[in-house]
């Protein structure tokens, strides 16, 4: 047991010194895209997600032309409609006035430019032609699909995501290309202290043990290349997003990579790599 753990610690230390300083740039770039990508999918996946995507339509109306009432009994006969509530403009106005800088536009203004409206519930997918029909309506001065565009924006973001996730697959096919020719080259240039070593009695997983480790190692650190690329573009994009999340009241930040993501990028490089060196080895040695 002691000779074998220090065959694979010497074989360990070998690997180590056969690192290259610019593979594991070029691997930690390849990471970082995706990486990053994924970081900030999942930021505005997490900002979507607390948006209000109740499906709904918000009617307003011209309080001269428009019987509310009857426009409402009008309105839930429509079999499409799941519900429907009437906000008078003092009670929309109550709580616009919870948004910061609107009680001072408010009071410049000195009355209440809100009109009444109707708060119409349907299904998703009747929400586009119904608030068509609803717009034609007598007394109806503007359609608003309230939540609509919040959809849109998630199905965007579920895009993204795919579309991350396909960046991490082509990129994780150059890691491996990356390593697999980088470990050829390391064989080819000690193809002489090879065949020594087999006449020595070397069995071949002594021999391909330390190129192993050299791919494991080389995507390792890519990966904590990859990391620090991605922690510090977050840091140099929070500062903006902090001074326009705050412009709107919000204190919204950037979320790069949390402890368990991070440990799965190193996995990830790391697994690239030693399948990098696998692939290599196993075709020189033959």
Known sequence: MTTWLR?????????????????????????????????????????????????????????????????????????RVAGLRFVPREQALKELAAVQGVPE???????????????????????????????????????QADALWAARLA????????????LAAVLGGALVAVTFNTIRLQIVTQRAEIEVSRLLGATDAFIR???????????????????????????????EVAALAQSYGSGFRLAALGAPDAAALLAFGALLGALGAHLSVSRQMR
């Open 7 to 79: 065959q694979h610690r010497q074989a360990f230390v070998r690997a180590a010194r056969r690192v290259g300083i610019l593979n594991t740039l070029v691997i930690g770039i390849a990471l970082a895209l995706p990486a990053g990508g994924y970081a900030l999918v999942e930021s505005l996946r997490a900002l979507t997600g607390r948006l209000t995507l109740e499906p709904q339509i918000s009617l307003f109306l011209d309080a001269k032309a428009a019987d509310a009432d009857a426009l409402a009994a009008r309105i839930k006969r429509d079999s």
């Open 155 to 166: 199905r965007l973001a579920r895009l993204a995501r795919l579309a991350v996730w396909m």
């Open 209 to 239: 043990r330390p190129f192993y480790y050299a791919g494991l190692l080389q995507g390792l650190a890519g990966g904590l290349v990859a990391l620090a690329l991605v922690y510090g573009a977050f840091a140099l994009l929070n500062r």
């Open 105 to 143: 536009l408010v009071a410049a203004l000195g009355r209440n430019p809100l009109p009444d409206a109707l708060v119409v519930r349907a299904a998703p997918e009747a929400i586009e032609p119904l608030a068509a029909e609803l717009a034609k309506l007598p007394g109806v001065t503007h359609v």
